[in-house]
């Protein structure tokens, strides 16, 4: 009998709303190949702002109508589930009966899923004190994105959360090598994980004959961006005064948007499209002719490392970027740009150097970044297993 390992993920995003290619979703379906998974949507951790005006009630609700879904299967072998939880993390004599009402939930879904003693995997610091209290075979925690910079938490309690998860964790991961660096020593055990990437579905999609309607008509040179515009990501100034240098170039932006672009959206050479399906995602890529990451200049942005980076690689797209500590080992590949000006230069560069030789040489960059070797990785390091049986399980 091969090893059977239930895991219980507090998820750093929405299964209904977000990026299907995060760290946490990826890896949850490879791991659901070795016992019942459930994947937690995140947990409210921002404080609420009415100055946020539309943005705050768009996102209020989403995670009404995330919540109200219930326990569904997510369609990639894992279980999904949205459960209540308070804004009240700045208030500390309100934690309490916020984790309460998670335990009480999570008490009642872990019982009809049969899962009694998961790998609790967090992604969320939010899920802090519940994680830590859970019966559960190993604690894991994701330390990908410094959530004490996001807009709107109550940073000291983030950092709070983040000191307790990294002394009792079994395993802290990281995807970001600066950060590894500067904080690994604080850890019971850390590993540096980069990113994977899903190489087949990006790279092979050129091959297909799928174009979208909206990019078949679209004037030439198209310069593009797909994921999320978000205030403290993406730097939409910048990006205005790019749009307005290349006056003759089409930029494309897939994905949704959580931030005033409205200042973008009026140029007569911006197309914003809105957010797609994820599995949609490398046929509208396929079409860019330059790729753009146009990141703030930011610690947020310093301690990450972008997915769509290997995306962008997989597709063999030649690719422009502002600088950024994980953008060091992929330099002989990427156009790096510090104004707006040099970033326009680029993009007139990148385009007309572009060749069947350099988009192999993007391709090969990343050929063997699959998620699969990551998931291996991980369950190596928690088990020291020489196999990990990923493709099937008994159950």
């Known amino acids: 009998m091969r090893r059977r390992i239930d895991f219980l993920c507090f998820g750093g995003n929405d299964w209904w709303y977000h990026n299907r290619a995060h760290i946490d979703f990826q890896l949850m379906r490879r791991f659901a190949q070795k016992g019942t998974v459930l994947y937690v949507n995140s947990i409210v951790m921002q404080k609420p702002s009415l100055k946020e005006?539309?943005?705050?009630?768009?996102?209020?609700?989403?995670?009404?109508?995330?919540?109200?879904?219930?326990?569904?299967k997510s369609g990639v072998g894992f279980w999904v589930y949205s459960p209540l939880s308070l804004p009240v993390h700045h208030i500390s004599w309100l934690r309490p009966l916020n984790k309460m009402i998670l335990q009480i939930q999570l008490h009642l879904v872990t019982r009809k899923l049969?899962?009694?003693?998961?790998?609790?995997?967090?992604?969320?610091p939010a899920a802090c004190d519940v994680a830590i209290n859970m019966k559960k075979s190993r604690l894991i925690y994701q330390r990908t994105d410094c959530f004490e910079d996001f807009p709107n938490a109550d940073a000291r309690t983030i950092e709070d959360y983040d000191r307790k998860l990294k002394a009792a964790a079994d395993l802290t991961i990281y995807v970001n090598r600066m950060l590894y660096e500067e904080e690994s020593d604080k850890c019971r055990k850390a590993i540096y994980l980069d990113h994977g990437v899903d190489y087949h579905m990006f790279a092979s999609a050129e091959k297909l004959a799928d174009v979208p309607n909206e990019m078949r008509e679209m004037k030439r040179p198209v310069v593009g961006f797909f994921g999320y515009i978000e205030d403290h990501t993406v730097d939409i100034g910048f990006i205005e005064k790019v749009v307005d240098y290349l006056p003759e170039t089409s930029f494309v932006f897939v994905g949704g948007v959580m931030a005033d672009c409205s200042g973008l959206m009026a140029k007569d050479n911006v197309w914003m499209l809105g957010k797609k399906p994820y599995e949609q995602i490398?046929?509208?890529?396929?079409?860019?002719?330059v790729a753009i990451m146009p990141w703030r200049r930011n610690h947020w942005i310093q301690a990450c490392n972008p997915i769509k980076l290997k995306e962008y690689l997989a597709l063999g797209k030649p690719i422009v970027s502002t600088p950024f500590t994980e953008l060091q080992k992929y330099r002989d590949v990427v156009y790096e740009a510090k104004t707006p000006e040099e970033f326009a230069d680029c993009i007139k560069k990148a385009h007309s150097e572009n060749n069947p030789e350099?988009?192999?040489?993007?391709?090969?960059?990343?050929a063997q970044a699959s998620w699969d070797s990551k998931a291996e990785l991980v369950l190596h390091e928690l088990f020291n297993e020489k196999e990990s049986n990923l493709k099937s399980v008994d159950q």
Do not use: E, M
């Open 282 to 289: 490398p046929h509208y890529g396929k079409c860019f002719d």
């Open 358 to 366: 350099l988009v192999t040489k993007r391709r090969q960059k990343v």
């Open 114 to 124: 049969c899962i009694q003693n998961p790998v609790v995997w967090v992604a969320c």
């Open 53 to 72: 005006g539309r943005q705050f009630v768009k996102k209020f609700v989403r995670k009404v109508k995330s919540i109200w879904a219930g326990l569904k």
